[in-house]
């Protein structure tokens, strides 16, 4: 009976032992098979490095990363600018399309516009497009750029050329050029006119009820003669440089702020991460996404992947040589963390964290150990 027993405990032994050694001959020749989720930083760059690439691989430092930042922006995202506050006149200046509204008092008989009556209104005087109004008895008078107090002047001074004793009543009703429209995002969406030539955005946006809080990361988009500018709404309110001046028939509208990045692989998170500020670094980048997972990650190989368009290809260092670029950071030196901090994220770039390489042996471990302790304990119990 002892000798059966041995002989079941032999056999057990070879067989775990032939196990055994098919795990070490499978571990060897398919490491890179075994289940992970994340690629390898040699995987993604390695083709970039091949005789004929089809994308390029630019290793990112501190000394290259102004260099970087200075090539095209990616063609799939406008790059909106915007400016500084300046100063007009205090008071609002007809523009054409306004409408004026006159009233002339004359309390002399037998006048050559009262008659009889002390106020003689005007019908409503709309500004041509060459900014005149035109006045009975005096003919064409140009207002367009006068305040309302300078266009009263000088229309009184030409009515007195024929009635020397009248005097001049004058209100303004804003057109679309002394108007400023504020198409969504705030509690009051409509056209709002301007009360004087330094009426400001801030201001304009309080009249129109403010902003909508449920808005993410609120945009100002402001169009004006046909140029779109876009900022970040926190930055207007830190920054009074950028609480501009309005102009006659501008269009503002406050939305949220689409831009975004992709964060994908040993990463904390990965999904499409919106825009946190208005200019966003790649250390940013790796903030957003939870940092780089300590299990699994690889900090060496934190990648930007990024597309240009063809028109922007400019072989040597003013720009991309290909139309795909990998951009790759160390960031376990300090010359790649100030590069991580200098180097400009776009939007619509996809940041790949890459796997560890130590990852899929630990995997290995994990497995030869398991079986390992599976071939023990079916020792113990064939004893």
């Avoid at 229309?155 to 303004?172: K, N, T, W």
């Avoid at 801030?202 to 449920?214: F, H, M």
């Avoid at 692989?265 to 500020?277: D, T, V």
């Amino acid at each position: 009976m002892a000798s059966n027993a041995r002989s079941r405990t032999t056999g057990l032994a070879k067989r775990c032992a032939q196990s055994f050694g098919l795990v070490l001959a499978l571990a060897a020749l398919s490491a890179c098979n075994l289940p992970r989720t994340a690629a390898l930083q040699q995987e993604v760059v390695s083709q970039g490095s091949s005789e004929n690439p089809t994308f390029q691989v630019v290793e990112v430092t501190r000394a290259s990363s102004a260099q970087v930042n200075s090539w095209p922006k990616p063609s799939h995202y406008e790059h909106r600018t915007w400016f500084h506050a300046d100063r007009g006149p205090d008071s609002a200046v007809i523009q054409t399309g306004d409408t004026i509204e006159v009233i002339i008092w004359d309390n002399q008989e037998n006048s050559l516009i009262s008659n009889g009556e002390k106020q003689t209104p005007i019908a409503p005087l709309s500004v041509s497009s060459a900014g005149t109004v035109f006045l009975p008895y005096v003919g064409d008078v140009r207002v367009r750029g006068l305040t309302s107090g300078a266009a009263r002047n000088k229309i009184q001074a030409e009515m007195e050329m024929i009635v020397p004793a009248a005097q001049v009543q004058l209100s303004l009703v804003p057109g679309r050029n002394n108007s400023v429209d504020v198409s969504q995002g705030v509690q009051a969406p409509g056209r709002y006119p301007m009360d004087s030539r330094n009426m400001q955005l801030l201001s304009v946006l309080s009249i129109a009820g403010g902003v909508n809080t449920s808005l993410r990361n609120p945009r100002v988009r402001l169009q004006r003669n046909g140029q779109l500018y876009e900022t970040r709404l926190e930055d207007v309110l830190e920054n009074p440089a950028k609480n501009v001046r309005m102009r006659g028939g501008d269009v503002v509208a406050i939305v949220e702020d689409d831009r975004s990045f992709n964060s994908v692989g040993a990463s904390g998170r990965q999904e499409l991460i919106f825009f946190q500020k208005e200019e966003m670094t790649a250390m940013d980048a790796v903030s957003a996404a939870g940092g780089v997972d300590g299990r699994r990650g690889n900090p060496q190989g934190v990648l930007i992947l990024r597309d240009y368009h063809p028109r922007d290809l400019t072989p040597g260092p003013r720009g991309p040589d290909m139309q795909q670029v990998v951009f790759a950071f160390d960031l376990t030196n300090a010359d790649g963390l100030f590069a991580a901090r200098n180097f400009t994220l776009e939007p619509n770039d996809t940041m790949l964290m890459s796997e560890s390489p130590f990852t899929a042996a630990q995997t290995i471990a994990n497995l030869i150990g398991n079986f390992a302790g599976l071939g023990l304990t079916a020792s113990r119990i064939s004893d």
